[in-house]
């Protein structure tokens, strides 16, 4: 159980163009789903925490209105870059956190993350 | 700010050799500790946590044990098989700071026969 998955795992855009990543929670209810991102040999950075159903909170640093992060439903969430540029290529992980899981909430599962290319 | 530090990689370790990944923590409280593991082309996935001082979090054969005297959370095991190479990450997270976890930097594992 407790499986995330992301669609697409890999995506090639132009620049300038815009890109949508979905995370979704298939089996478990997820009331708050983290975007991170990671670069080649380092570790994830946070980007945001969104929480079903009110706007995302966005860590210092992180343009929001270039990451427009979507968090409709219990299952789905959705990171959009806008006007990507080929500094924003990178690999995006989603986790999510089950609704009402663990003593502290802490638990979070992560997906397998997507892979984009912006040239 | 809290923040996790690990030990550089890679490292390559011949099977049946003994492992120990390094991890230390700065963190104003006391967090809970986790290691988490990337296959190749995949996503984490927790490999142990421990909540609390002198806890010993175990899984797979890994076991790593929450020291608060020297604010480490080392990553063990006896015996690595060549299916343990993977990225490990060490995490802390600390209630007071909305549930969001902090990673290292991970340190790479390879595994050779």
């Known amino acids: 159980g407790a499986v995330v998955s992301q669609h697409p795992s890999w995506v090639i855009c132009k620049s300038g163009t815009s890109v949508k990543i979905e995370c979704r929670s298939l089996d478990f209810q997820a009331t708050t789903m983290f975007w991170y991102r990671q670069f080649p040999k380092q570790s994830l950075m946070l980007m945001a925490t969104s929480n079903e159903g009110s706007k995302a909170t966005y860590e210092q640093g992180v343009e929001k209105d270039k990451f427009l992060i979507n968090h409709a439903s219990l299952t789905l969430s959705t990171l959009t870059v806008t006007s990507a540029h080929p500094e924003d290529s990178s690999f995006y992980i989603c986790s999510a956190r089950e609704r009402g899981g663990g003593r502290v909430g802490f638990e979070q599962y992560f997906g397998p993350g997507t892979r984009l290319t912006v040239t | ?113």
């Open chain 2, 1 to 113: 700010g809290n923040s996790v530090t690990q030990m550089e990689g890679p490292v390559t370790l011949s099977e049946e050799a003994f492992l120990t990944i390094n991890c230390t923590y700065t963190a104003t409280g006391y967090p809970s500790l986790f290691w988490y593991v990337q296959y190749p082309g995949e996503g984490l996935q927790l490999l142990l946590k421990a909540t609390k001082a002198d806890d010993k979090g175990s899984n797979k054969g890994f076991e790593a044990t929450y020291r608060k005297e020297t604010t480490s959370f080392h990553l063990e095991k006896g015996s690595v098989q060549v299916s343990d190479s993977a990225v490990y990450f060490c995490a802390l997270i600390f209630t007071g700071g909305g549930n969001k976890l902090t990673f290292g930097t991970g340190t790479q594992l390879k595994v050779e026969l």
